[in-house]
C-alpha cells in the first residue's frame, strides 16, 4: 500500500475508521510521550493531582543537555512494540501500522511543556538540539516497525498546534517530514487543536492522512489540501459519549455534506474517543456515513479534472471535458462551485 489515495479509490464508496476499538478501516499501535521517555531512561512519576511526567529533576535543559549523549530506546521496549506489530498483523486483516507521539511531544516531556515554549523563543537551538536528538530515536523505531511489515506509521503531535504557524513548520514539520521520509510506508499525522492555519505546515510533513480535530473546519480544509493528500475525521467525541441520537445524526451528516465532493476524505472521530462512550452512538454515526450518498470513483475523477480547468481557467479543457457525454451538467455545476471555494480558501490559508 504505497498511496493511500489509491487505495481509497480501489473502494466504491465512503472509507470509514473511527479511532475507537470497534470497526474502522485502519488500526494502529501509538507509543505514547511518557513511555517513550522511560523507554529513553527517564524515570516517570505522578504528582498529587494524578499528572504523570517525566521527574522535574530529570528535565533535559541548557545546561544538563549533554545527558542526552549516548541515551538510546532500551531494546525491551522496541521488542515489545514490534511483537505488539506481529500480533496485530496476525489478527487484522485491515491495514495495520505501528506509531508513536511526535517528537515535538516527546521534547515538551523532556524539556516540561512550559519550559519547551519558553526555550522556543530565548533558546531555540537547545530546542532544535533536544529535537533533533528525539527525531533520530524516532526514525530508528519507525525503521524496526518497517521491517516487520507495518502498512501505515501513525504519528500523534497533540501540542504542534499550540505554536504559532511559522513556529509550527521550524520546530514541528521538518521534524515529522524527516520521519516520514525516512520510511517507504504511508505517514499518518493527528494534530490536535484549531489546525486550519496550519495546513500549509500539515501537508509539507509529506503525511498522506492528515486527521484533525473536531474543532478544525473540515469544510475549509479538505479544499485547501492537494487531492492526493487524505483528510481524516472529525466528528466530535465527546458528542459520541453524551450527545443525542438526534444530534449525533446531525454532525454526521453536516460533516460528510461537507467532504462529498472529495474522495480523499476518510470518516473519523476528531480525537481518539473517551472511555464508556456508548457503541451504539459510535455506529449510528458509522451507519449514515454509509448511507449518505456520494459520487461514483468514476465521478470523482471527473469532478477532480473539471475543478482544476476551472481553477486554472483553461477554456480549452473545460469545453474538452464539457464534450465528454459522462460529464453530467450537475457534475459541471458542482466543480465550477468548488473551484470558486477553493480558490477563495486558498488565498486564505495557503
Not at 505514547?32 to 524515570?43: Q, S
Not at 535543559?61 to 542526552?68: A, E, K, S
Not at 472511555?275 to 451507519?287: G, R
Request: charged share 25%; with cysteine; aromatic share 10%.
Amino acid at each position: 500500500m504505497k498511496n493511500i489515495i489509491d487505495y481509497l479509490f480501489s473502494f466504491e464508496g465512503r472509507v470509514i475508521s473511527p479511532i475507537w476499538d470497534g470497526e474502522k478501516a485502519f488500526d494502529f499501535m501509538c507509543l505514547g510521550y511518557n513511555e517513550f521517555a522511560k523507554a529513553l531512561g527517564f524515570n516517570i512519576c505522578t504528582t498529587g493531582n494524578n499528572v504523570t511526567s517525566v521527574a522535574e529533576n530529570e528535565l533535559i535543559n541548557p545546561n544538563n543537555i549533554d545527558q542526552l549523549n549516548g541515551k538510546t530506546l532500551n531494546s525491551s521496549t522496541i521488542e515489545a512494540e514490534l511483537k505488539y506489530i506481529d500480533e496485530l498483523k496476525k489478527i487484522k486483516k485491515i491495514p495495520s501500522g505501528g506509531g508513536f507521539f511526535g517528537p515535538l511531544t516527546v521534547a515538551g516531556a523532556l524539556v516540561g511543556m512550559e519550559n519547551l515554549n519558553k526555550y522556543i523563543i530565548k533558546n531555540p537551538d537547545f530546542v532544535e538540539a533536544v529535537m533533533d536528538f528525539v527525531t533520530k530515536q524516532m526514525i530508528y523505531l519507525a525503521k524496526e516497525e518497517e521491517k516487520h511489515g507495518i502498512d501505515l506509521l501513525w504519528i500523534a503531535e497533540p501540542v504542534a498546534s499550540l505554536l504559532s504557524p511559522k513556529s509550527f513548520e521550524k520546530f514541528s514539520c521538518v521534524y515529522l517530514k524527516a520521519i516520514f521520509d525516512s520510511i517507504d510506508v504511508p505517514g499518518f499525522l493527528h494534530v490536535c487543536g484549531k489546525t486550519l492555519k496550519h495546513t500549509k505546515g500539515l501537508v509539507e510533513t509529506g503525511a498522506q492522512v492528515i486527521s484533525i480535530d473536531y474543532v478544525t473546519d473540515i469544510e475549509k480544509c479538505i479544499r485547501i489540501v492537494p487531492e492526493d493528500v487524505v483528510i481524516m475525521g472529525n466528528i466530535n467525541p465527546m458528542l459520541l459519549k453524551y450527545g443525542d441520537k438526534q444530534e449525533i445524526i446531525n454532525e454526521a451528516i453536516q460533516i460528510n455534506e461537507a467532504c462529498k465532493n472529495y474522495k480523499n476524505f476518510i470518516f473519523s472521530t476528531g480525537c481518539m474517543l473517551p472511555p464508556k462512550t456508548p457503541y451504539e452512538n459510535v455506529n449510528l454515526a458509522i451507519d449514515v456515513t454509509k448511507k449518505f450518498e456520494i459520487w461514483t470513483n468514476d465521478e470523482y475523477r471527473h469532478l477532480r479534472s473539471l475543478i482544476k480547468a476551472f481553477i486554472k481557467d483553461d477554456k480549452n479543457e473545460i469545453n474538452l471535458l464539457k464534450q465528454d457525454n459522462k460529464i453530467t451538467e450537475n457534475l459541471i455545476d458542482v466543480a465550477f462551485e468548488e473551484a470558486q471555494k477553493i480558490t477563495n480558501y486558498l488565498k486564505e490559508y495557503m
